[in-house]
């Protein structure tokens, strides 16, 4: 199986899911490259057999780079295997408010391209606090508080909100993924 992640990333926490994404995904059986869809430069797309692509979420909409990329290769990514993850920070603050704006970006993002993936998740992002200016960072501490749910929070640095795991889980259903546990498992029947 040949795997292709398409990323689009403005901070950096995007591009670190989908480099992640590669290492968990690539075996001895499925092949995986990976894409920044704001490089410009297009892969034969066609020779792919499923799409993982995954955009973050800046100022409620997610980046042009991702919306073109699928513009351009709607009708292939309709058809194959497909996974879109939506990465923000709403998806990192526990309320329903916030769980439910997440969502919609989601969702309105789905709808305005015209993209069916089989499957779809709103991931959690990041903080990156260092490289915020004042008022980056005073609205990055009203999230901070809030997520951490109490006024103890260190403001010198960065934080990763990601779950991996519900990451890997879903890409696990969404491929036939081996993992080390599937691969001992099997050598111990033997």
Same mark, same amino acid.
């Given at each position: 199986?040949?795997?292709?992640?398409?990323?689009?990333?403005?901070?950096?926490?995007?591009?670190?899911?989908?480099?992640?994404?590669?290492?968990?995904?690539?075996?001895?059986?499925?092949?995986?490259?990976?894409?920044?869809?704001?490089?410009?430069?297009?892969?034969?797309?066609?020779?792919?057999?499923?799409?993982?692509?995954?955009?973050?979420?800046?100022?409620?909409?997610?980046?042009?780079?991702?919306?073109?990329?699928?513009?351009?290769?709607?009708?292939?990514?309709?058809?194959?295997?497909?996974?879109?993850?939506?990465?923000?920070?709403?998806?990192?603050?526990?309320?329903?408010?916030?769980?439910?704006?997440?969502?919609?970006?989601?969702?309105?993002?789905?709808?305005?391209?015209?993209?069916?993936?089989?499957?779809?998740?709103?991931?959690?992002?990041?903080?990156? %606090?260092?490289?915020?200016? %004042?008022?980056?960072?005073?609205?990055?501490?009203?999230?901070?508080?809030?997520?951490?749910?109490?006024?103890?929070?260190?403001?010198?640095?960065? %934080?990763?909100?990601?779950?991996?795991?519900?990451?890997?889980?879903?890409?696990?259903?969404?491929?036939?993924?081996?993992?080390?546990?599937?691969?001992?498992?099997?050598?111990?029947?033997?």
């Amino acid at each position: 199986m040949k795997v292709l992640i398409v990323y689009a990333s403005t901070e950096g926490q995007t591009q670190k899911i989908a480099t992640e994404l590669l290492n968990f995904i690539k075996s001895e059986t499925t092949s995986c490259d990976l894409l920044n869809a704001g490089d410009g430069f297009r892969l034969p797309v066609g020779s792919y057999d499923a799409f993982v692509l995954a955009a973050s979420i800046h100022h409620s909409e997610h980046q042009s780079s991702m919306f073109h990329f699928i513009q351009d290769n709607k009708d292939l990514l309709n058809q194959k295997p497909c996974c879109f993850l939506s990465v923000s920070l709403s998806a990192a603050l526990p309320d329903a408010l916030h769980q439910q704006e997440a969502k919609s970006y989601l969702n309105t993002f789905l709808e305005h391209t015209g993209l069916q993936p089989r499957m779809s998740l709103c991931v959690a992002g990041a903080l990156r %606090y260092q490289e915020m200016d %004042y008022f980056r960072r005073e609205l990055a501490r009203t999230i901070l508080l809030r997520t951490m749910g109490t006024t103890d929070v260190d403001l010198s640095r960065d %934080y990763e909100f990601t779950d991996y795991e519900e990451v890997y889980s879903l890409i696990e259903t969404f491929l036939p993924v081996p993992t080390i546990k599937q691969d001992v498992d099997e050598s111990t029947d033997i």
